[in-house]
Structures are given as C-alpha cells and as structure tokens.
C-alpha cells in the first residue's frame, strides 16, 4: 500500500520531469524554480543522493543561463560593430557620390554623358565579372579606357582612373 513518502517521491520526480520539459522551451528560470521544489521534497524525505544531482542541474542551468547573456551581448557587440561598419561605408559613399557630383557639374554636357557612359560600363563589367566572362569584360573595360582617353586632359584628370583600369585589365587577363 502506497504511503504518503511515496506520493512526495512521485510529485518530486513529476517536477522534475517537468523541469525536463521547460528545459527544452528553454525556461530556464522555471527549470530552477521547478528543480528548488523537487530539492525541497527530497530534502523532507532525506535523499541525498537526488539533493545533489539537482543541485548539480541547477548549477549547469544557472551557468547556461550566464552562458546565454554573454553570448548574447557579444552578438549584440558584433552587430552594432557591423552596423557602425556600414554607415561609415555608407558615409564615405555619399560624400564620393557627392564629389562627384560636383565635379560633373562643373563639365560640359557631353563630358558628363561620357562620364556616366563609363560608370554604367563599369557597373556592367563588374557584374560579368562575378560570372567569370572576362573575355566580355576586358572587352569592356577597353572601351572603358577608349572613353577616358577621349576626354580632354585639360577639363579633367582622369589618370588615377585609367590606371585603375589598366591595373584591372592586367589582372584580367591572368585570369584567362
């Protein structure tokens, strides 16, 4: 005949099993409270050897606990770093987009339509790039240079941009 000592085993080990359960959800605040119930009962029916394996499982759950909240604020860390990254990316983009800008407003029309002739081909090269036709590209990037080089040189300087693209052409053609 069952006696009342095992009626508090069988609702300690329910709660255990529970806290099992909410382990899994990943309650882990209920997993504790849960497990500090089961602790209780065992203490009142004097098994020692359960007390400390729950008190052992609730060690690993208060670390995991700790675990997490590093973890989370080193991600948190990360992509705020990542964020930062971007808008100075970002910053840096406007403020050449607006140099630019000013620099093709001082031009006259058709060297402004050159000049967005040429970022157009380049926006077009770099994509053929990434699906490896270099042949194409090359081909692309020589008409690039055909168009700085039919910009005279007094209304602007274009010779950091032509080497850029000579460089990018030599590299190119390892690839081939």
Known sequence: MP???DQL???AEVL???SKLEFNKKNYSTVISLLEEAK???SQLGFHGKIGMINQRIIRVRN???FEEQDATVRTQREQDFQNRVQEVLNEQQKYNEKELARQ???PPEIKKTLEKVNMVIIKSEREEKLGKYPRVIGRYKYILE???SIPKDSIDLSTEISEIEKKLSLL???I
């Open 3 to 5: 006696g009342p000592y």
């Open 9 to 11: 085993e069988k609702k």
């Open 16 to 18: 255990e099993n529970q």
């Open 40 to 42: 209780a009962i065992y």
């Open 64 to 66: 995991l606990i700790k």
């Open 105 to 107: 407003g001082e031009l």
């Open 147 to 149: 168009l700085y080089n």
């Open 173 to 175: 053609r390892t690839k």
